[in-house]
């Protein structure tokens, strides 16, 4: 059978059951092996100033950032990032010294991530701020629905697996914020996480519930191995 009918057969045995928009395949291999997406903004002759307007703004954020001592030239890069970002949405803690928030941490394993691919400062800020608003605004109502999708799908795939991860009370203790939250930043190497993140970008953030399936199916020996919620997890975060 071929490859493309194998996706159909599958398309359409997910859909007669239930779950729709499977045309994302399950397999990393083909799910992660399209050309990267090339987007760029309408009106190309507006390029260079949006650039040299989003420069500008970068630096005056960064210098105002540095006069209230925030971030100075040793602070790293993402830190930086998120200084800004804070600043900008009105979040700015009253002193650097004051413990990150959940979504602090977000942005910044994002920006790390986002580093590793984007060289320059200035274009990796304000991508890194654009997919995070993306997650915040688009994915808002979404991205808490995944941990249920994923459970749906790793039943279809292998309902054993997924008897076993709930026999070991590790179901609802998998790295759920990690995978969804964070959109696999810090576990993804970066040739496949910015392919993942492009779908994202693209309007599709259920390929983040096919990876995560995927990663489970890919380990699978190891993960029923284990016999705790907690070296299940640790297992999947590293």
Known sequence: MTEDSQRNFR???????????????????????????GILPPHHESHAKVMMYRKEQYLDVLHALKVVRFVSDATPQAE????????????????????LEPEDEVFLAIA??????????????????RFVNQLNTKYRD????????????????????LTHLKMCSAAPKLPYDLW??????????????????????????????????????????????L????KITKFLEN
């Open 11 to 37: 398309s359409v045995y997910y859909e007669k059951v239930g779950f729709r928009g499977v045309e994302e395949k399950k397999s990393l291999e083909i799910l992660l092996k399209d050309d990267r997406l």
């Open 80 to 99: 930086v990032y998120l200084r800004m970002y804070q600043l900008e949405s009105g979040k700015l803690p009253r002193s650097p010294s004051f413990p």
């Open 112 to 129: 790390k991530a986002m580093e590793e691919m984007v060289e320059d400062s200035v274009d990796c800020y304000w991508i890194t701020r």
């Open 142 to 161: 979404s991205l808490p629905q995944l941990p249920k999708a994923f459970e749906q799908y790793l039943n279809l795939e292998d309902g054993r697996l």
């Open 180 to 225: 969804f939250k964070r959109c696999f930043a810090g576990c993804l190497p970066e040739s496949s996480l910015q392919r993942v993140w492009d779908k994202v970008v693209s309007g599709s953030c259920k390929i983040l519930v096919f990876v995560a399936v995927e990663i489970l199916l890919t380990f699978k020996i190891k993960v029923m191995a």
């Open 227 to 230: 016999n705790s919620a907690e």
